[in-house]
């Protein structure tokens, strides 16, 4: 696989992930509504598909979600907490896992599922808030970094065309220096990228 090639795979992964996350929020709504009212959290799953049926298209992910987790209860007598465990485990995303871990809980000791469902929505809620916060805040950086970059290269780009001569002497007797300039213009590329990278 080329380097572009994984780079933009992972970069569609992470866009996937944060689309289905927000969506999600919306999911823990509507399920809280239904077990406040008195429903099992099967039945919630379930209610929701029609709940969320105006807003979302049956091509959006959590949609696609739902319906596939409705049709492994019917289809395959599939415990509610196991299809939200698979979801989270799919998906790769640890809000999901964690609240599958959460309604198991609270279906084993008798907690109050409805409340533990709110807050997990609150919390994701203000989690997602917080996130494009920090990339509002790095974006600028990270683009920064990427111009201090590229700026070695675009200036013996043109000094290559204005006065191709003044960069003999590099080529014949500076190449060890050049590859060490490069190495460390790759590295700090690298530990820009990091230092911007900050996942909450």
């Given at each position: 696989?080329?380097?572009?090639?994984?780079?933009?795979?992972?970069?569609?992964?992470?866009?996937?992930?944060?689309?289905?996350?927000?969506?999600?929020?919306?999911?823990?709504?509507?399920?809280?509504?239904?077990?406040?009212?008195?429903?099992?959290?099967?039945?919630?799953?379930?209610?929701?598909?029609?709940f969320w049926q105006g807003t979302y298209g049956e091509k959006d992910y959590i949609m696609i979600e739902i319906?596939?987790?409705?049709?492994?209860?019917?289809?395959?007598?599939?415990?509610?907490?196991?299809?939200?465990?698979?979801?989270?485990?799919?998906?790769?995303?640890?809000?999901?896992?964690?609240?599958?871990?959460?309604?198991?809980?609270?279906?084993?000791?008798?907690?109050?599922?409805?409340?533990?469902?709110?807050?997990?929505?609150?919390?994701?809620?203000?989690?997602?808030?917080?996130?494009?916060?920090?990339?509002?805040?790095?974006?600028?950086?990270?683009?920064?970094?990427?111009?201090?970059?590229?700026?070695?290269?675009?200036?013996?780009?043109?000094?290559?065309?204005?006065?191709?001569?003044?960069?003999?002497p590099l080529y014949s007797n500076g190449r060890l220096i050049s590859t060490i300039a490069l190495a460390l213009?790759?590295?700090?590329?690298?530990?820009?990228?990091?230092?911007?990278?900050?996942?909450?």
């Amino acid at each position: 696989m080329l380097p572009m090639e994984k780079q933009y795979g992972k970069f569609a992964s992470e866009k996937k992930k944060e689309v289905l996350l927000e969506q999600f929020k919306d999911l823990l709504y509507s399920m809280s509504a239904a077990v406040s009212t008195g429903r099992s959290l099967g039945q919630a799953i379930e209610e929701s598909a029609e709940f969320w049926q105006g807003t979302y298209g049956e091509k959006d992910y959590i949609m696609i979600e739902i319906s596939g987790m409705v049709r492994k209860m019917k289809e395959s007598n599939m415990p509610d907490v196991e299809v939200l465990r698979d979801f989270g485990d799919r998906s790769g995303i640890d809000d999901i896992k964690d609240l599958a871990m959460v309604c198991t809980t609270c279906k084993a000791t008798g907690g109050d599922l409805s409340k533990a469902l709110t807050d997990a929505s609150d919390l994701i809620g203000d989690k997602i808030t917080l996130e494009k916060e920090l990339k509002s805040i790095t974006a600028q950086k990270r683009f920064e970094g990427r111009i201090v970059s590229l700026a070695p290269f675009l200036l013996i780009l043109v000094i290559r065309i204005s006065s191709p001569s003044y960069l003999q002497p590099l080529y014949s007797n500076g190449r060890l220096i050049s590859t060490i300039a490069l190495a460390l213009i790759i590295c700090g590329w690298i530990l820009i990228e990091r230092v911007n990278s900050i996942e909450i």
